[in-house]
Nanobody, 119 residues
Framework: QVQLEESGGGLVQPGDPLNLSCVRS????????MGWFRQVPGKEREFVAG????????VYGDSVRGRSTISRDFAKNTVSLQMYSLTPLDTAVYYC????????????WGQGIQVTVSA
């Protein structure tokens, strides 16, 4: 069993920052990437950011590039996402996910956490 637990969501004021964390637990994995995705009802899931577990190389989706930082903590098996200058367009359910080496897709997902950007 693999568990991914997101935290840090909730109601955020426009312009404020957001800090999300995801803790991975359970059986050991050969993690290649950990990433963040988000989804709005009626729309496709959107890639937000991903990080190569070993090297720490980060990539970002177009909608958040330049105002987001993804990081990982080996010791805590945690990946974090910081976003800045939030707008109501950032309102979504945010998901943490894991992709293993040798796999072509993210195969483990958290349950998701709601982020609502509103005054």
């Amino acid at each position: 069993q693999v568990q991914l637990e997101e935290s840090g969501g909730g109601l955020v004021q426009p312009g404020d920052p957001l800090n999300l964390s995801c803790v991975r637990s359970g059986r050991a994995l050969n993690v290649l990437y950990m990433g963040w995705f988000r989804q709005v009802p009626g729309k496709e899931r959107e890639f937000v950011a991903g990080i190569t577990w070993n090297s720490g190389r980060a990539v970002y989706g177009d909608s958040v590039r330049g105002r987001s930082t993804i990081s990982r903590d080996f010791a805590k098996n945690t990946v974090s996402l910081q976003m800045y200058s939030l707008t109501p367009l950032d309102t979504a359910v945010y998901y943490c996910a894991v992709r293993q080496a040798g796999r072509s897709t993210y195969e483990y997902w958290g349950q998701g956490i709601q982020v609502t950007v509103s005054a």
